[in-house]
């Protein structure tokens, strides 16, 4: 399984922007596809972005589409999200996810997580 690190996390105001980085070990980056979840405080983890293993299709949450873009660099292992127009209801922790099958699915069906990225919005 492929190790994942997630930083780039904060403290913002509304409106304001993040870039989240999902750092992973191993040479085997580009078998993965990623998506990122997010779980709220009380709620349960949803997903909100997602990408195949060569960057060529993405997909996202209608809750961040428009606002959010999902991107990767196989050569650096990383992928990353980038948050614009953040609002207060994307406060949650952020989380990473790679699966060697898919790149869209639900929490269960990703092997490999990182530790979660906190991402707070003030009003």
């Known amino acids: 399984q492929v190790q994942l690190v997630e930083s780039g996390g904060g403290l913002v105001q509304s409106g304001g922007s993040l870039r989240l980085s999902c750092a992973a070990s191993?040479?085997?980056?580009?078998?993965?596809?990623i998506s990122w979840f997010r779980q709220a405080l009380g709620k349960e983890r949803e997903f909100v972005a997602a990408i195949s293993w060569t960057g060529g299709n993405t997909y996202y949450a209608d809750s961040v589409k428009g606002r959010f873009t999902i991107s990767r660099d196989n050569a650096k292992n990383t992928g990353y999200l980038q948050m614009n127009s953040l609002k207060p209801e994307d406060t949650a922790v952020y989380y990473c996810?790679?699966?060697?099958?898919?790149?869209?699915?639900?929490?269960?069906?990703?092997?490999?997580w990182g530790q979660g990225t906190q991402v707070t919005v003030s009003s």
């Open positions: 996810a790679a699966s060697r099958f898919r790149y869209i699915g639900t929490p269960e069906d990703f092997g490999s």
């Open positions: 191993g040479r085997s980056f580009s078998t993965y596809g």
